[in-house]
């Protein structure tokens, strides 16, 4: 797939989304919140800054926000290009998409998992993101700032960048979906049009995507920090059987599961065991972290106070 198939095809998972009626107010809310992501990109974000031309940069880390995010910013890419080809003398099938490539960075500043690295390589695969990375040894001795400083020195073009941060993540409850940088940071516009995503609305949308995700998260990750300071979310830990208090978390996102997208294929290919992210060797004891506890998924989580439990103090 290039990046025009690859656009055309998460724009029709999220008009799937869209007309989903199996009304469950988690679903009602995530349609909400895409309208209102979609609406930021088109009417505030792809109207100031052109998407493609290397004005926009999109922040991608492997992590499972940034990915919702990507997925819409490439619907909305695609959407961007119809419309834009509509307008045009020509029939929108003979013009050619117009980038093939999204320009993308990641800050490699902590020591990560293989299975986080190896899945951020097969998605810039999948996604056609040209992805900058910071070199190893210099990203992990510098500031995320200078990192960005860095970044810029060689994409001078880029005037803003697209973050899958959210407002219940730590300090993120005073951003806004479009701000400039503060003034101890290099100067280029920030694009946040993901604050207002719950838990709960990431992991519905993500799921029903029937998009690969990364193995960490099947395995009682919820949130994917350094691979010193993050473990599975101990309130996703199976207790064992002595444990007469033992309660199984419920899960919101049966239905999601059961019905996600097939693009019209049969049968479904079901994403979770079959994903082309899997857990890396050299990850397999994190996955097993405390003792030989065995961890519930980290879609079994969805109360956004918790989800960053297994992120430790640095
Ligand atoms: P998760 O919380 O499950 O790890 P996530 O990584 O997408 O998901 P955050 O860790 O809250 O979310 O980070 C918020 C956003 O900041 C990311 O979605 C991404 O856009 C950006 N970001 C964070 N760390 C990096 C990094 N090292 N390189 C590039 N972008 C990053």
């Known amino acids: ?49 052109s998407p493609i031309n290397g004005e926009i940069s999109f ?23 119809i419309v834009n080809a509509k307008r045009s003398q020509f029939e929108a099938k003979y013009q050619k998409f117009p980038m093939e490539q999204l320009p993308t960075v990641f800050i490699d500043q902590d020591e990560t998992f293989t299975t986080l690295e190896n899945f951020i390589l097969e998605t810039s695969k999948r996604y056609n ?7 190893k040894e210099v990203g992990r001795n510098q500031s995320m700032a200078d990192a960005f400083r860095d970044f810029l020195k060689i994409y001078p073009e880029t005037k803003a960048i697209a973050i899958g941060v959210r407002s219940t993540d730590p300090y993120g409850e005073l951003l806004k979906p479009i701000q400039k940088t503060d003034s101890n940071w290099p100067n280029f516009t920030r694009l946040q049009p993901l604050l207002h995503w719950k838990l709960a609305n990431i992991w519905s949308f993500l799921l029903f995507s029937n998009e690969p995700i990364c193995a960490l998260y099947v395995h009682g990750f919820t949130s994917i920090g350094g691979i010193k300071n993050t473990i599975p979310n101990p309130y996703l830990a199976v207790q064992n059987k002595e444990n007469k208090e033992n309660k199984a978390p419920k ?5 999601e599961i059961k019905n996600s997208f097939n693009n019209g294929e049969s049968p479904t290919n079901k994403r979770i065991g ?41």
């Open 1 to 49: 797939m290039g990046l025009s198939e690859v656009s055309e095809l998460c724009y029709k998972i999220t008009e799937s989304y869209l007309k989903l009626n199996h009304e469950t107010s988690i679903i009602i809310e995530t349609q909400n919140a895409i309208r209102l992501t979609r609406h930021y990109l088109l009417d505030d974000i792809f109207t100031r800054w």
């Open 59 to 81: 922040s991608y880390n492997g992590g499972k926000d940034c990915q919702v995010l990507l997925l819409l910013y490439l619907s909305c890419l695609w959407e961007f290009f």
């Open 251 to 255: 899960l919101y996102f049966e239905w």
């Open 129 to 135: 993101l040209s992805l900058y990375e910071s070199k």
């Open 274 to 314: 079959t994903s082309v992210s899997y857990l890396d060797k050299a990850d397999e004891k994190i996955s097993i972290g405390l003792g030989q506890t065995k961890f519930f998924p980290g879609w079994y989580l969805i109360d956004d106070a918790l989800e960053r439990a297994g992120r430790l103090k640095k």
